[in-house]
């Protein structure tokens, strides 16, 4: 269960602005700076991941298609066992998604805590603005989207597997 907004402004501010001293201000500015640096890295790191894994189940959902247009499978095993991979791949991507989503979720919390020490807070700015976004139109989360696909090639992976199958034995 993620902490309230209290408890991560304690986790964020352990030492007192009074207590600090003169370069209070500048500091946390330079740290703030750096740590959006660093969650726009693991957003970088996400996409890099999901490219790899698009790249993967489109690599086995080609080689697949080749096999059965060329009718070059010969054995049950040879189908199932490399779509039976790629599923499990896809099971892994989606926790992948998942755990990102939760990493980015914990540091826009951090990002939004640490605003409310500064004097400008564009990234509670941000969320106002799409929290007020009135239909699904105006404002789709990307992680959503991104849940989808790896479900997506998981059911290609399933259905061009029954189509071998099928025609092949």
């Not at 060329?70 to 095993?77: A, D, F, K, N, V």
Request: net charge positive; with cysteine; glycine share 4%.
């Amino acid at each position: 269960m993620p902490g309230s907004e209290e408890d991560v402004d304690r986790a964020l501010l352990p030492i007192a602005h009074k207590d600090y001293g003169a370069d209070y201000r500048l500091h946390a500015l330079r740290e703030y700076e750096l740590y959006v640096e660093m969650a726009d890295r693991v957003s970088s790191r996400r996409m890099l991941a999901n490219s790899f894994f698009v790249g993967m189940n489109t690599a086995v959902v080609g080689a697949l298609a080749i096999a059965l247009k060329e009718g070059l499978i010969q054995s049950r095993t040879l189908v199932v066992a490399p779509a039976t991979a790629a599923v499990l791949m896809c099971v892994a991507w989606w926790l992948m998604v998942l755990s990102y989503r939760q990493l980015n979720a914990g540091k826009f919390r951090v990002i939004l805590a640490m605003e409310r020490q500064l004097p400008f807070a564009p990234f509670a700015a941000e969320w106002k603005a799409l929290d007020g976004a009135r239909s699904r139109r105006e404002y789709l989360q990307t992680t959503k989207v991104e849940l989808l696909v790896p479900w997506l090639f998981a059911g290609i992976h399933v259905a061009l597997t029954i189509a071998i199958l099928v025609k092949a034995f």
